[in-house]
């Protein structure tokens, strides 16, 4: 090792090397059938069940995240992701034929779904498990290599993945590099096939500007402030069971969690008090082991500045008792905050829910467009012109009528983001496709464009011409 190299930080050295190995490998892996990588996907699944005590104790210590949270919210959605992909990757993988055009009839087409090559997942450390493996599988499925980067604000979890996927696969097919900023720095400078990314939209960007240096294409899942809007009609009982759960699951530290409530004055207050209530009833009047925990203190001072803000400009809070010591923060209702706000301006990715009183749908539709397009919209009403106008008049990721974040959890449906709130999708096929490059295959067996080629004599220029009116 030379000098350079020891003074490099740890992890960053050898990642060259690293790189250059999973090239290699990709390049072996392009042929790979689907048997070879449905075997990859069964160790993977196995893996994750026999670690799970430990990747308990790891969430637990990370985020104080309760067993059952940690089934549901993190082991669940990758067991059904894998066995998703176990069970369609033969179809996924065939040869999809493409009908002619007018002008190619002759010839026949197909598009074949490759491996894009060297992959680098960068995972967050709201769901640490949940959001490594999930797109791992996905490109796994899809015949890549893969270099994993977890968050360093989530160390225990981060060492357990790397110690469980060290057991199961070679480092040339997939790696985990754990550390800081330094770390993910080093790795964004190499040239990777494709970049799958899953964090804030402001990382977002440093991101999307280091895969441009390389032209690589990349899938960004990122957040933003999705609201949830509850119409007079509304099922009170249902809306404030699934609110009180999407809003406070994991401590409110999740990308599509309600960030604010639009509650129709017709059923504000009983909204609130129901929803209240359910809060009350998941993780009682004083949070206990149900109830996570901030991740670090840095992102509890960040939660109680937006309350601190809040109650400057005028809002009532209520809840929102805090321990440092213990990163804990109960769940806190904001009402009155004004628009310029903080804690309506910022993404609050925590226990804080504003409620805002609305009239008319015309206010949260205006509120809306007026922000960064959402991650995700949750629409409670049993009114089926007041759902449809909402989703018309507006843009966002994915939306949940009458459920809050339930969408995640579907195979078959595209999940992501939409500019601000992110860029291509995963989940399912949607998540082979992004580590696929969608190949286009043309034969020739009886095509007509040879008549048109030159010279164009007044024969072929009337033929032209008659293409031009077909086309």
Not at 31 to 36: I, K, N, P, V
Not at 103 to 109: C, K, L, M, P, Q
Request: aromatic content about 6%; some cysteine; charged content about 20%.
């Amino acid at each position: 090792m030379d000098m350079i190299e020891t003074m490099m930080p740890d992890g960053v050295a050898g990642l060259d090397a690293l790189f250059a190995r999973q090239q290699a490998r990709a390049i072996a892996l392009r042929s790979s059938g689907a048997e070879a990588r449905i075997a990859k996907l069964r160790a993977l699944e196995a893996a994750v069940q026999a670690w799970r005590p430990r990747l308990y104790a790891a969430l637990q210590e990370d985020l104080g995240k309760p067993e059952a949270e940690a089934d549901l919210s993190e082991i669940l959605p990758v067991l059904s992701e894998i066995r998703h992909a176990r069970r369609h990757l033969k179809s996924w993988m065939k040869p999809q034929r493409a009908a002619p055009t007018l002008t190619t009839f002759g010839t026949r087409a197909r598009i074949r779904h490759e491996p894009r090559g060297v992959c680098l997942i960068i995972s967050p450390w709201n769901y640490p498990v949940n959001l490594a493996l999930g797109p791992l599988a996905s490109a796994i499925a899809a015949g890549n290599t893969a270099i994993l980067k977890p968050s360093e604000m989530a160390p225990a979890t981060s060492a357990a993945l790397a110690a469980m996927l060290a057991e199961i696969f070679a480092p040339d097919e997939v790696a985990v590099r754990e550390g800081d900023a330094a770390i993910a720095t080093a790795l964004l400078d190499l040239p990777f096939d494709h970049i799958f990314f899953t964090g804030s939209p402001a990382i977002g960007k440093v991101v999307m500007t280091a895969a441009a240096r390389h032209l690589s294409s990349v899938t960004l899942e990122l957040g933003g402030k999705s609201p949830v809007i509850v119409d007079a009609g509304a099922d009170l009982a249902k809306a404030a069971k699934a609110i009180a759960w999407g809003k406070f699951t994991n401590c409110g530290q999740t990308c599509i969690a309600p960030d604010h409530l639009y509650a129709h004055e017709a059923v504000h207050d009983e909204l609130v008090r129901r929803v209240r209530a359910e809060t009350a009833r998941m993780y009682g009047a004083a949070p206990g082991a149900d109830y996570g925990r901030i991740v670090n203190e840095r992102h509890f001072d960040r939660i109680m500045r937006l309350l601190d803000d809040a109650r400057g400009r005028g809002a009532t809070v209520e809840g929102g008792a805090a321990d440092r010591a213990r990163r804990l923060i109960a769940p806190a209702f904001v009402s009155g905050a004004p628009r310029e706000s903080a804690v309506m301006q910022e993404e609050i990715f925590g226990p804080v829910l504003p409620v805002i009183r609305f009239r008319d749908a015309a206010e949260p539709i205006e509120a809306i467009n007026a922000a960064p397009k959402p991650l995700a919209l949750y629409l409670f009403a049993r009114d089926r012109r007041f759902t449809d106008r909402v989703i018309g008049e507006t843009s966002s990721g994915g939306v949940g009528i009458n459920t809050t974040m339930l969408h995640f959890l579907h195979g078959n449906l595209p999940f992501g983001g939409v500019n601000n709130s992110g860029i291509g999708n995963a989940h399912g096929f949607y998540g082979f496709r992004a580590f696929s490059h969608e190949r286009a295959v043309l034969r020739d067996v009886a095509s007509a464009t040879p008549m048109l080629f030159p010279p164009y004599t007044k024969r072929v220029r009337m033929m032209v011409k008659s293409v031009l009116r077909l086309a």
